[in-house]
């Protein structure tokens, strides 16, 4: 690592991190946005049933319905990387807290490096045939029709799920971006502990 690893590099791997952390942002605030639209589009469903029924009209449909739960994936979906980042995920961390930066760093690096990458790698391999079904792709190598929803007036499958994929992807971004962080910790980098910091310190979503 002291051979392959100049400080020029180190700094390199710290842009590139930053550059993965903006979009990553871009991308969680956007995703507290549509929490306001989930609720919009759920109020509607739930007033329009009401008073559909007392006039006797049809205002909803299964569309907004199936809108309502796609938007609450998103939410989630879109929200990983920016968990990831902000350190807001759930941690068992009554021996963490205690230790000194660099062993904190170095059991996040080996963890991030050699669990949570290579899950993402796994879960975009094992989403990518479903998700290419999906959209249509046929054993033969043709492409059919895309998969709707069975219900009347469904929304279209394959979107849905294939931000299963671009949720992984994210994922997997957010997963090198820490690594770099954690990596420049154990180079002795004063910078990443910092970015690190910053980034608990910031309330998610807010």
């Known amino acids: 690592m002291h051979t392959f690893l100049k400080p020029s590099h180190i700094r390199t791997l710290l842009r590139l991190s930053k550059a993965i952390d903006r ?6 605030n956007f995703s507290a946005w549509m929490v306001i639209l989930t609720i919009a589009v759920g109020f509607y469903n739930v007033i329009a049933r009401y008073v559909g029924r007392l006039i006797g ?17 998103l939410m989630f979906l879109l929200g990983f990387a920016y968990i990831l980042k902000h350190s807001a995920n759930v941690r068992v961390d009554f021996l ?5 930066e660099k062993r904190r760093a170095l059991v996040d690096f080996l963890g991030t490096v ?8 796994l879960g975009i391999w094992v989403s990518a045939n479903p998700v290419l079904q999906s959209w249509g792709y046929l054993p033969d190598g043709t492409w ?5 929803s069975p219900d009347a007036d469904g ?22 971006s820490q690594a770099i962080k954690y990596l420049a910790i154990l180079k002795g980098y004063a910078q990443g502990g910092q970015i690190i910091q910053s980034d608990i310190e910031q309330v998610p979503l807010e």
């Open 57 to 73: 009209l049809k205002l909803s449909s299964n569309a907004l319905i199936e809108l309502q739960w796609y938007l609450f994936s």
């Open 155 to 176: 929304l279209p499958r394959a979107p849905i799920k294939t931000m299963i994929i671009v949720a992984f992807a994210l994922l997997l971004a957010q997963a090198i």
């Open 144 to 148: 059919g029709s895309w998969e709707v």
């Open 114 to 121: 050699f669990f949570l990458i290579p899950f993402c790698l």
């Open 23 to 28: 979009v990553t942002d871009v991308i969680g």
């Open 96 to 100: 963490y807290t205690h230790w000194s």
